[in-house]
């Protein structure tokens, strides 16, 4: 367990007033902390009602003392905890006392740094405890828990354990045989391919869906120009949010709304009508518009109610992932009722955006796809860790392919290259640099 000399103290409750507050401290100079401010140290784990003293021994508050003994305790040092009154003034007070007595304050995410440095968490979970205290909605705060308790990276664990004998397979083969794809356990190291690289695309696929759990699902509004893409951001906003005029072209810059849809977070982006344009302010709105897209969880592609078959090609930019809705706009112009089709998984949705009929048919649809994938057991996940378990397919898919062709120690080489991406995510694997950029966008105390 590594060492930390230093003891640190902040104010772990919300900045303002409130019934109570409390002070966290850690580190060796905790008990003689408690020692100094409290005028004892409390039976470990059990609460105490103290006086909380000054350096000229005036009475800051009163209020409650807890003392973690070490291991035992969140960051796995000693922790000391203050419940003093809400109160900014009293808290500060509380933490420049403890300052005065050998502790400094901590940085932001401090407190979950040391708990991750003496494994108490690993990476993961550290950053579940972030996304649970940033939850928006139950959902998110559900699937925060998850994550927390191990979920995700059990799974991740589990499929660097089978990279693992994977690893012992094929550095056999290179101990034992000149040629790889000759050696007696070929079939063994084909099955366990297979195993992994199945396992490890539905992991991945459950990382996208934390992560559209976790950050929102970013929802991209495309079409051609003057179909009502912006009229359909204004309805599904509820309010005038973009320009809307008869005149195509009229939406330059790409424009975002959030909504929340059963308490899940939807980011809508309208952009510039795609077409070919000699108009330079038109055209980089156009090429926004393509960036837009290949970042994009769900699609929604207007066309007009004329015209819907040979628009309705999605375009090329649409990241395999995502969700696709057409969405055929202006049916009131033909009188039409709004209808809803599903073709080839393909759902196609027919609405008026000016006059709001079928405009219930889409947040169902939304709301839907929103859920998705929720009652498989949801963890939540950030963008780092759909990184890294790409990182991860694509050298398991180059040491498969290498098989045939490569040396075994090429595919040993991808092979731990791709174990490393997958320790990064729990941790086992880390720069200072990661842990620094990851901990520094917790708060104060936590
Ligand atoms: N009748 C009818 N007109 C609509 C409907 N939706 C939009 N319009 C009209 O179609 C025209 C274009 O609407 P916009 O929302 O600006 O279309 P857009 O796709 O954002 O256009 P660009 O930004 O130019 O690409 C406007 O005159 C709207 O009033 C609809 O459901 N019915
Ligand atoms: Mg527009």
Do not use: Y
């Not at 800051?60 to 969140?74: Q, Y």
């Not at 108490?120 to 705060?141: G, N, P, T, W």
């Not at 729990?426 to 990661?434: N, R």
Request: aromatic letters at 4%; one cysteine or more; glycine letters at 8%.
């Amino acid at each position: 367990m590594p060492q930390t000399t230093e003891t640190i103290a902040a104010i772990a409750t919300p900045n303002g007033r409130g019934g109570i507050g409390v002070v966290r401290v850690s580190g060796g100079a905790a008990r003689a902390i408690a020692k100094a401010l409290c005028g004892t140290v409390p039976a470990p784990r059990h609460a105490q009602f103290v006086e909380f003293a000054d350096a000229e021994g005036t009475v800051i508050d009163r209020g409650l003392a807890l003392f973690f003994p070490a291991p035992h305790s969140f960051t796995g040092e000693d922790v000391l905890e203050l419940h003093a009154h809400g109160s900014p003034v009293v808290l500060d007070r509380l933490v420049r006392r403890a300052c005065e007595l050998g502790a400094r304050p901590a940085r932001a995410g401090e407190f979950s740094e040391r708990a991750f440095l003496s494994g108490k968490l690993d990476l993961a979970q550290a950053e579940a405890i972030a996304d649970l205290i940033a939850a928006r909605s139950e959902a998110q705060a559900h699937a925060a828990v998850r994550s927390l308790e191990g979920e995700f990276s059990r799974r991740v664990d589990a499929l660097a354990q089978t990279l693992v004998r994977l690893r012992v397979e094929i550095e056999a083969a290179i101990d034992f045989s000149e040629d790889a794809t000759e050696s007696a356990s070929q079939p063994k190291v084909e099955l366990l391919f297979a195993e992994i690289t199945a396992r490890l695309d539905a992991l991945l696929a459950a990382a996208r869906r934390g992560v559209r759990l976790t950050d929102g699902l970013h929802a991209v509004i495309v079409g051609a120009p003057n179909v009502g893409k912006s009229s359909l951001l204004n309805a599904l906003a509820g309010s005038d949010r973009a320009i809307v005029t008869d005149i195509p072209g009229t939406t330059r810059d790409v424009l975002r709304e959030s909504i929340v849809l059963d308490g899940i977070e939807l980011t809508l982006a309208d952009t510039a009508g795609l077409r070919e344009s000699s108009d330079v302010v038109e055209g980089e709105g156009i090429r926004r518009a393509r960036a837009e897209l290949a970042r994009a969880d769900l699609v929604l592609t207007v066309v007009e109610r004329s015209a819907p078959q040979k628009t309705c090609t999605l375009p090329t930019e649409v990241p395999s992932f995502a969700t696709c809705i057409v969405i055929v706009n202006k049916i009131d112009l033909d009188g039409a009722e709004p209808w809803r089709d599903e073709r080839a998984g393909v759902v196609t949705i027919g609405l008026s955006a000016r006059t709001g009929a079928g405009m219930d048919l889409l947040r169902e649809e939304l709301k839907r796809i929103a859920a998705g994938g929720e009652s498989d057991g949801a963890f939540s996940a950030r963008s780092r860790h759909v990184v890294a378990l790409e990182r991860a397919a694509a050298r398991l898919s180059d040491a498969r392919a290498g098989v045939a062709t490569a040396t075994p120690e090429l595919i040993a080489e991808d092979l731990r290259a791709a174990q490393q991406a997958l320790g990064e995510i729990t941790g086992t694997f880390t720069s200072e640099d990661l842990l620094g950029a990851i901990f520094s966008t917790f708060c104060v105390g936590k």
